[in-house]
């Protein structure tokens, strides 16, 4: 499930989130944050994605900056929520 999730979510990312006209190959340890991949508007088109499309809703008590550092720790707190 986790490279599955990984696959999709980086997939989502590079199609998504980065600006045309960046050269940015994304995988699961590019930096979102740090790298200004993600901002409010972005984070809220990924949670959506997470939601609608993969049927993974991320409650409010995780939408901290570390559990989007990167889609690797994005998918550590998916398997998190899902061993609860």
């Excluded at 045309?20 to 972005?42: K, Q």
């Amino acid at each position: 499930m986790t490279d599955d999730l990984t696959g999709k979510l980086v997939a989502f990312v590079q199609d998504n989130l980065v600006q045309d006209g960046d050269d940015l190959t994304i995988d699961a340890h590019t930096p979102l944050l740090s790298s200004g991949l993600l901002d409010s508007l972005r984070t809220a088109r990924l949670l959506t994605y997470l939601r609608k499309d993969l049927g993974i809703a991320v409650p409010a008590a995780k939408l901290d900056p570390e559990n989007f550092r990167d889609v690797a720790t994005i998918v550590a707190m998916v398997a998190e929520l899902e061993a609860v």
